[in-house]
């Protein structure tokens, strides 16, 4: 709509450069490689509940809330740039979108594209005190699991700390194999699959949410197994070179499969307490 296009060029001229740091620094680590799919899956579902916002907002009044949005989100987005800080000048941008959505649909513009600008907070580098502070007991956890299993399983393996001593290779748990943001990805995967499928029902909606970080952090451990079995097998030349981006894939299919299989198990768990039997009536 012409009404749209000098805010479409506006947001252009002010995040490109933003989108072209973030392709070639931040998310070209892999630890931040999950940044390009979320900004795409975002994109898709501001376009595909553009129509759907502008039906329910088309008598809504503007909101003068989206001026302190718009104050805040442009603080940001100066901090960001001038100062080279990834956090505020990726962030901005959910700012600046949800101000824009307040004056020019008001509130229940904003609400319609909630989900949408809430799921672009998932593409955002955090700081990494903080990734740091909760990657560490992850990484711990993950390790201590990983020996217990393929121990329990036969295979000669010992661990301290983070590092899996597997017949005669050492593997480092990485970052990027149970950090915290290998558990933001999965987390944003299953609250898209979640918003995707609408279930009728909030309890179950509720439950699988939640289930959301133990199946993450499963499928974490089965991939850890998997690039430790790959070098007991084949080496370390294969544990580090194109099967370690293939056990990658297998994180993101493992947590796809289970969050598949959970959902449709909970229907079956939960259906007395979504409908509970109703007395006979004498």
Known sequence: MPEWLPIVIGMLAMYLPTLYGLCTDTWANEEQAHGPIILALSVWLLYREWPEMMRRSE??????????????????????????????????????????LLLKRGVAGWRALGFALFFMLFMIPLPETLVTAVTIPMKLAVSYVTEHILFWLGYPIARSGVVLQIGPYQLLVADACAGLHTLLTLEA???????????????????????????????????????????????????????????????????LSLILAVDSVLPLLLKNIDNPPREAKV
């Open 59 to 100: 008598t809504a009044a503007p909101s003068a809330w989206g001026w302190p949005l718009l104050v805040v989100g442009a603080l940001l987005y100066i901090l960001g740039r001038s100062q080279h800080v990834v956090l505020a000048d990726a962030g901005s941008v959910v700012w600046v979108l949800s101000a824009i």
């Open 189 to 255: 995967l299953g609250l898209f699959y979640l918003h995707v499928m609408r279930h009728v029902s909030p309890l179950r909606n509720t439950v699988l949410a939640i289930l959301i970080v133990p199946i993450s952090f499963t499928a974490n451990v089965i991939r850890v197994m998997v690039l430790t079995l790959i070098t007991y097998y084949f080496g370390d030349a294969a544990g580090q070179g194109f099967l370690h981006g293939f056990a990658g894939m297998v994180l993101f299919v493992t947590a």
